[in-house]
């Protein structure tokens, strides 16, 4: 990531046990601290040998502490990156996961049609291209309204876009505003610090599984 330009804030080490010393490296405050983490002399199985040999000898990373969780990232000096600002950066990644449910759940991309792997690639690209429209019709309405995108409901945005395009013939600069300011109407919650566990919520049928096309 950072041979591509980009910073990258996560927890270390997930839900393994944690082995942080903040006696090591170089103090930056409070549990705190930046350290060099070298280039392992066995090439990971995981990596090409063009990877690995273009890899750096040695990596500068900072680790800190804050709520309770200890954060590995790419944002080096204090001073440009306080720890609140990390742990606020941190929190948004729950939106990757509404991300996710939207392309999957509410497009309906959790159970691809086709039957052959190119299909389902031109499949699931018809889908990114669907989210990324109704991206762009949320962030229209949302400079409109003066808010930000993702005070806006995606799933509101896609049943006024489908309802529209149903009995909406003319598309014109009233018609556009008019839209713009019903999608900006729904507002979703602001739930900061949600946790939601990892489990199958759907109870199984009692039924056999289908070996057979």
Same mark, same amino acid.
């Given at each position: ?24 490296? #170089?103090?930056?405050? =409070? ?11 066995? #090439?990971?199985? @995981?990596? =090409? ?44 990644? @729950? ?65 006024? @876009?489908?309802? @529209?395009?149903?009995? #909406? ?35 199984? #049928? ?8």
């Amino acid at each position: 990531m950072i041979e591509k330009g980009v910073d990258v804030v996560f927890e270390q080490q997930g839900a393994r046990k944690r082995s942080t010393d903040y006696r090591k490296g #170089k103090r930056l405050g =409070t549990k705190d601290h930046l350290i060099e983490i070298g280039k392992p002399k066995i #090439k990971p199985a @995981w990596m =090409t040998q063009e990877q690995y040999d273009n890899a750096p000898i040695s990596l500068s990373i900072r680790e800190l502490e804050v709520h309770g969780k200890s954060l590995i990232t790419t944002l080096l000096s204090p001073a440009i990156t306080p720890k609140y600002q990390l742990k606020t950066l941190y929190q948004q990644r @729950w939106n990757i996961e509404l991300d996710w449910r939207n392309i999957k759940t509410t497009l309906g991309m959790e159970t691809l049609s086709c039957k052959t792997p190119e299909m389902n690639i031109k499949e699931m690209w018809v889908y990114f291209l669907a989210y990324n429209l109704i991206r762009l019709i949320m962030a229209q309405s949302a400079l409109v309204a003066n808010v930000l995108p993702r005070q806006l409901s995606f799933k509101h945005t896609l049943q006024l @876009w489908l309802a @529209w395009g149903q009995y #909406k013939h003319a598309f014109d600069a009233e018609s556009e505003a008019l839209l713009f300011m019903l999608i900006a109407q729904k507002r979703v919650g602001n739930r900061s610090g949600r946790i939601e566990p990892r489990a199958v919520k759907r109870r199984p #049928k009692p039924f056999p599984l289908s070996m057979k096309p």
